[in-house]
């Protein structure tokens, strides 16, 4: 999703968002330099036999940021603007995702260079075997431990976990997350991302006082997050969608769409575009629509201090992780827009990733109707702690919600003391 201000990068902003909040609680010069920086980084160029016969050169990065709380997780993603310093700031964000759901896991993130809408499904799994031969140096169940982000999924996470197997010798179920369910995957994982959104919506309403029961909302991006939050606030809250989009562009309707029609659409046509009743609209304009509930969903650098002051909604709840910018922050903050920040607002996601991970060491699996009342127990329990410091510390959400992640994170780096 292009814009005007993909050329931000991505660690700049996370770095800003760490100084912030060392501002806040007063942080010395050495821990803060820690947070800073990356612990370790993997970079991976490696060839791919393509369908023709020929071979292709791929890059691939897997970043572990921080390990002070436990292995590291966070997801693998496929795009063709992927980044040493996007993967950087992802694997940032991850290590203080884990942090404000308090699991015990520190954060990584691993992205390769590709466009996998042009691969065929060989070349796809070829590349997928290959990088995660490449990383198996640094990842496993009790060192780091991947899972799907952008354009990866549960079939991605099947080869990954085959590919580290065979080189084991045995099965390892636990070394990825977000598997197919008969090979240790865990029920619910692949809504928990938009079903943690739409708790948190809801938590965040009763605070806020608004009635999500007929509120309008607009989803930035109908994809595994986007989708499912969508559905979710449609089936369980009764809110009503009116407008959504993916990478090929938007779709508005002032009465309201069925997320079920359009995910059938999406299914059948490759994107939500071209849903009949609907007005076509930008990805941008999806963001200023006239509603009360905004899900950015997509990528990163969405929401900026030029689209800031249209923000018409009343909550913003990214499901996508980095989508507004430090300074369109300010801007929504002054405007009394409750921001669910990322790190919040998508971590049912891991969170679901941490209890498929307990299961597979266990080999003990529980029901969905368990998971679901986990995760909601954690995303309820998180918002409050989130909103506690929001309201102690007068500060906005984000900052609260680093606050809370980083200060956890501190506390580990400095019960642990530095080696040697
Ligand atoms: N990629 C997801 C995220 O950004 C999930 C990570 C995980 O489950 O480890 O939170």
Known sequence: MPNETSTVNPFETAKQQIDIVAKQIHLDGGVLEVLKHPKRELTVHFPVRMDDGSFRVYTGYRVQYNMARGPTKGGIRFHPQVSLDEVRALAAWMTWKCAVVNIPYGGAKGGVICDPKSMSRGELERLTRRYAS??????GPEIDIPAPDVYTD????????????????????????GKPIPLGGSEGRGE???????????EAAKDAGIRVKGAKVAVQGFGNAGSVAARLLYDEQGAQIVAVSDSKG????????????????????????GFPGTKAISNAEVLEAKVDILVPAA????????NAPKIEAKVVAEAANGPTLPEADTILFEKKATVLPDILANA?????????????IQGFFWPLAEVNQ????????????????????KVHNRTAAYILAIQRVVDAIRLRGIYP
């Open 134 to 139: 490449e990383i198996s140096l640094i990842i």
């Open 154 to 177: 549960s079939q991605t996470m099947a080869w990954i976990m085959d590919t580290y197997s065979m080189q084991a010798g045995y099965s390892v179920p636990g070394v990825v997350t």
């Open 192 to 202: 928990a991302t938009g079903r943690g959104c739409s708790i948190v919506i809801r």
């Open 250 to 273: 938007g779709i508005f309707k002032a009465d309201g769409l069925n997320p079920h029609a359009v995910e059938e659409h999406k299914q059948k046509t490759g994107s939500v575009v």
């Open 299 to 306: 990528l990163e650098n969405q929401i900026t201090a030029k």
């Open 348 to 360: 049912g996601g891991v969170t679901v990733s941490y209890f498929e991970w307990a299961q597979d």
């Open 374 to 393: 986990r995760l909601d127990r954690v995303m309820v329990q998180s918002y409050a702690d989130v909103h506690k410091v929001a309201v102690e510390h």
